[in-house]
Nanobody, 125 residues
Framework: QVLLVESGGGLAQAGDSLRLSCTAS????????MGWFRRPPGKEREFVAA????????YYGDSVKGRFTISRDNAKNAVYLEMNSLKPEDTAIYYC??????????????????WGQGTQVTVSS
């Protein structure tokens, strides 16, 4: 069982940067690939980014590629999402999630096992 808690959300203006954090409970954090998802208002959840167990591989959704960076620190049981050049369309509730499948990141965007409660990001124009 993995418990995930997001933090770092808030208000930003277009063009700003924001860093989200997700901390995990448990003793087997490095057994999981980690991902970030988001749910814009009135829309369904979409994939944002993922990182492999030891950070060697990353995978990004098309809408954020080149602007967002995912990273992790296994010693701190934490995963981060650095968001740059924010746009109003980035407004959403952002969730971190854990995947224990061990499959390639591009194949597991719908197969995550554990989810946090989310943190709100609002970007104004």
């Amino acid at each position: 069982q993995v418990l995930l808690v997001e933090s770092g959300g808030g208000l930003a203006q277009a063009g700003d940067s924001l860093r989200l954090s997700c901390t995990a409970s448990g003793r087997t954090f490095s057994n999981y690939a980690m991902g970030w998802f988001r749910r814009p208002p009135g829309k369904e959840r979409e994939f944002v980014a993922a990182i492999s167990r030891f950070g060697g591989d990353t995978y990004y959704g098309d809408s954020v590629k080149g602007r967002f960076t995912i990273s992790r620190d296994n010693a701190k049981n934490a995963v981060y999402l650095e968001m740059n050049s924010l746009k109003p369309e980035d407004t959403a509730i952002y969730y971190c999630a854990a995947d224990r499948s061990g499959l390639p990141l591009r194949l597991t965007t719908r197969l995550y096992d554990y989810w946090g409660q989310g943190t709100q990001v609002t970007v104004s124009s």
